[in-house]
């Protein structure tokens, strides 16, 4: 039996059909939403993290990429989940060779967990102290999930105190016409305004007549009441 069918396998035993409708409205899967036609087994997160930890190191690409494939959220949450474990235990020549997987994959990112899961642990791991030429021809997308995984993988920048593509990047996405994508640069922010506020601080002045709401509300998140205020009353909004 293939790998993936039988990582298939143990996910299904895990499958929950009430779950599964809940899962369903909560990652907006009607028609015209976000996540349209994604399908739910209703497999907890997890349990499919027990599943990918079983099986990664034994994995090949070509396995991760059969669960990818499926239309199934859950198969495609596990493969990714190993694809991050690939790379974590991998070297440099693995590593490069997980990122290019991933990015030609990027199609099967497709919801806000899987983007969120590994933007910042495959993408912006990869690309500290490199060359970041790829996140902002990402940012221009028309995919939705490919703009979130250049805004989401800057997490990793951040966590290294550099700051720049974070700030550059949000600012590109101001206009963008999706919730999705003001919340995920507004989040974002709101974590490089923790290693830097001044930083934020003068983002926002600078930015907070044209930001959306939703992308100004994640970013002041942690700011004091009164200073929320004057950034809102000062906002487009």
Same mark, same amino acid.
């Given at each position: 039996m293939k790998l993936s069918a039988k990582v298939k396998g143990d996910i299904r035993e895990f499958s929950d059909a009430g779950k599964a409708k809940v899962l369903q409205g909560f990652f907006r899967t009607g028609k015209g939403e976000y996540g349209e036609g994604d399908k739910f087994l209703g497999v907890k997160v997890p349990e499919s993290r027990s599943i990918a930890g079983r099986y990664f190191s034994e994995a090949s690409l070509s396995d991760i990429e059969e669960l990818m494939k499926s239309s199934f959220h859950e198969d495609r949450l596990t493969g990714l989940i190993m694809l991050v474990k690939k790379f974590e235990n991998a070297d440099e020549v693995e590593r490069k060779r997980i990122f290019d997987f991933y990015l030609s994959h990027s199609d099967r990112v497709n919801n806000w967990d899987l983007v969120d899961l590994t933007a910042p642990n495959i993408v912006g791991r990869w690309l500290i102290g490199r060359d970041r030429k790829i996140i902002y021809k990402l940012?221009?997308?028309?995919?939705?999930?490919?703009?979130? #995984? /250049?805004?989401?993988?800057?997490?990793?920048?951040?966590?290294?105190?550099?700051?720049?593509?974070?700030?550059? #990047? /949000?600012?590109?996405?101001?206009?963008?016409?999706e919730d999705l994508m003001h919340k995920a640069a507004g989040w974002m922010l709101r974590e490089a305004g923790k290693r830097d506020e001044k930083a934020l601080v003068g983002f926002l002045e600078k930015n907070k007549r044209s930001m959306p709401r939703t992308m100004l509300r994640y970013a002041i998140e942690r700011f004091d009441e009164k200073r929320r205020k004057e950034f809102l009353l000062s906002s487009k909004g």
């Open positions: 940012a221009r997308s028309k995919n939705i999930w490919e703009r979130r #995984i /250049a805004m989401v993988s800057t997490l990793s920048f951040i966590k290294e105190k550099d700051l720049g593509d974070t700030f550059m #990047i /949000a600012e590109m996405l101001i206009g963008d016409g």
